[in-house]
């Protein structure tokens, strides 16, 4: 099982640009989380998925950011257009079915905004 | 919603010795307390958990501690080896009808063990 990916691994981007992170779950997993780290406020849910379907995204930060998941083996985390302040690291998870509980993370996104 | 803090911020300790890190939390209704390990450049991965019907589970070196009353829950690591080092998060979270969806993280321990 090659766990959970996620690419690219780091992004550079200039204020404005569109920012595009991608995830592919653990094969069989039915909730997908995405989470924001940074420094100052550590590790944060954004939104999850269940059964590829948006369940909660009060953690999104703004309009600029939106995620899908259009099929069960994918899901893109975007932010258009980028800010400075969108600077951390962004990591999937994901959960293999309603009676388990931990959360396996990918390797995450370094994501710097210039 | 619920509000994790961890203390401490930092922590180095001797080979050999233990280490505890301690966390609380606001909401009682949560009713699920991972740990998580961070190794430097890494992802977070599960170390240990518990759930608010037990006080203490112990997995090798690594026990974790519950008081409901107090609303506070702790790792600890015995016997402490240089591959401990790493940044430790607890969480919080409240699963009425099935696993937990919003995990509420404290905002890090960063340990250190001295050789």
């Known amino acids: 099982d090659a766990g959970v990916i996620q690419s690219p691994r780091h992004e550079v981007t200039e204020m404005g640009q569109e920012v595009t992170l991608r995830c592919k779950p653990i094969?069989?997993?039915?909730?997908l989380f995405w989470y924001r780290q940074t420094m100052m406020r550590g590790l944060e849910l954004l939104i999850y998925?269940?059964?590829?379907?948006?369940?909660?995204d009060s953690g999104m930060p703004e309009d600029r950011f939106s995620a899908k998941m259009p099929n069960a083996s994918f899901s893109t985390l975007k932010i258009q257009p980028s800010e400075p302040r969108d600077s951390a690291v962004y990591f999937c998870?994901?959960?293999?079915?309603?009676?388990?509980?931990?959360?396996?993370f990918g390797p995450g996104t370094r994501l710097t905004v210039t | 919603g619920e509000n994790v803090e961890q203390h401490p911020s930092t922590l180095s300790v001797q080979e050999g010795d233990s280490a505890v890190i301690k966390c609380t939390y606001s909401?009682?209704?949560?009713?699920?307390f991972p740990w998580y390990k961070q190794e430097l450049g890494k992802r977070p991965q599960l170390i240990i958990d518990?759930?608010?019907?037990?006080g203490e589970k112990k997995d090798q070196r690594i026990a974790v501690t519950l008081n409901k009353t107090a609303k506070h829950f702790s790792l600890h690591i015995t016997e402490t080896q240089p591959e401990d080092s790493a940044v430790y998060f607890c969480?919080?979270?409240?699963?009425?009808?099935?696993?937990?969806?919003?995990?509420?993280f404290g905002t890090g321990t960063r340990l250190t063990v001295i050789p």
């Open positions: 998870a994901s959960r293999a079915d309603i009676s388990s509980y931990e959360q396996y």
């Open positions: 094969s069989g997993h039915n909730s």
């Open positions: 909401d009682s209704a949560s009713n699920y």
């Open positions: 998925f269940n059964n590829n379907v948006p369940i909660d």
């Open positions: 518990i759930r608010s019907n037990v």
């Open positions: 969480a919080a979270s409240n699963s009425f009808s099935g696993p937990p969806n919003n995990l509420f």
